[in-house]
């Protein structure tokens, strides 16, 4: 009976340590998206897969104003989509001279009078406001999985730039990654109370984390083209 205690004591953290491990070492691959794979990449276990699809013309007539649009808040929670929104404006403010978001896109649109839910709504306060583009910002997938010592947060998100004046999609990019959050205790008679999964959900700092670090890869497909104006 003593030996199976053993067993089962540091069975459990050199599984969870190998995990941690394969996911820190795994390298990031950008490919091209291909319509037939869609979801099927990024689903391999331990791979971090960033698809995108760039047009030329993004770097020949790359677009001096942006509107961004609304997060859905169907599948996250509006606190959530606002962190998503914000990180997004910070990487685009370093690629396009001038970014249209939150409120005061919102505000924007309520002056000339455009509902934001209509399909036409983005279009028309795009050209209310001059811009030349539309980043469209959406969520592939958003949920964390508990365990008793550690909780594991994943997330998708997809991003794709339209040119207003024909609907062109000049850029797309997608990526679904994941984060964990926590530690094996050195016993296992530590109460489960101490190192809950539960309190590990509330970890803003690694949401936070892993909302940039997803955005990060996204944009790193579009480089940065304020310099070529």
């Known amino acids: 009976m003593s030996g199976m205690r053993r067993i089962g004591r540091f069975r459990w953290p050199a599984l969870i340590g190998v995990l941690l491990i394969g996911a820190a070492c795994t390298e990031t691959k950008y490919v091209p998206i291909r319509a037939e794979e869609t979801g099927e990449r990024q689903s391999l276990p331990l791979e971090r897969i960033v698809e995108f699809d760039r047009r030329e013309e ?3 007539e790359p677009p001096g104003c942006v509107v961004v649009s609304p997060l859905e808040t169907k599948t996250v929670s ?7 929104e914000e990180s997004a404006i910070r990487h685009l403010s370093v690629r396009v001279r001038r970014v249209i978001a939150g409120a005061f896109r919102d505000q924007q649109a309520r002056y000339h009078g ?3 839910a209509d399909p036409k709504g983005l279009p028309a306060l795009a050209r209310a406001l001059g811009c ?8 592939t997938e958003a949920g964390a999985t508990y365990a008793i010592f550690f909780a594991s947060y994943r997330m998708g998100l997809e991003l794709r730039l339209v040119r207003v004046r024909d609907g062109l999609e000049l ?12 530690g094996v205790p050195v016993s296992l008679g530590v109460p489960v109370a101490a190192v809950s999964a539960t309190s590990l959900a509330s970890d803003e700092e690694a949401v936070h984390s892993l909302v940039d670090e997803i955005l990060r890869r996204l944009f790193s497909t579009w480089p940065s083209t304020r310099r070529l104006g």
Do not use: K, Y
């Open 58 to 60: 993004l770097l020949t």
């Open 78 to 84: 509006p606190a959530l989509a606002t962190l998503i």
């Open 114 to 116: 455009i509902v934001l």
């Open 132 to 139: 030349d583009g539309i980043v469209e910002v959406r969520t």
């Open 171 to 182: 850029w797309r990019s997608r990526h679904l990654s994941q984060r964990m959050s926590g």
